[in-house]
Nanobody
Framework: QVHLVESGGGLGQTGGSLRLSCAAS????????MGWFRQAPGKEREFVAF?????????YYADSVKGRFTISRDNAKNTVYLEMNILKPEDTAVYYC?????????????WGKGTLVTVSS
């Protein structure tokens, strides 16, 4: 069982930056693939970024955030981050952290409760 708690959400400005953190419980954090997802008002949840739990981390991103967002992890701190730069109003959403072991962002087993990001124009 993995318990995930997101933090760092809040109000950002267009063109600005925010960094989200996700703290995970458990002693096997390094083995988990981690992902960030988001759900905008009135829309379905969508994938944002993924980082693998392998010894050499593999990352990939949604096209909408590629080049602006960076996912990283600190296994010593059981934490995964999402650095968000060049924010746009369409980045406004509740951001969720997720963990899994399938090697795919499409099969995540554990989810946090989310943190709200609002980007003002």
């Amino acid at each position: 069982q993995v318990h995930l708690v997101e933090s760092g959400g809040g109000l950002g400005q267009t063109g600005g930056s925010l960094r989200l953190s996700c703290a995970a419980s458990g002693r096997t954090f390094r083995r988990y693939d981690m992902g960030w997802f988001r759900q905008a008002p009135g829309k379905e949840r969508e994938f944002v970024a993924f980082i693998s739990g392998t010894s050499v981390s593999v990352t990939y991103y949604a096209d909408s955030v590629k080049g602006r967002f960076t996912i990283s992890r600190d296994n010593a701190k059981n934490t995964v981050y999402l650095e968000m730069n060049i924010l746009k109003p369409e980045d406004t959403a509740v951001y969720y952290c997720a963990a899994g072991t399938s090697g795919s962002s499409q099969n995540m087993d554990y989810w946090g409760k989310g943190t709200l990001v609002t980007v003002s124009s």
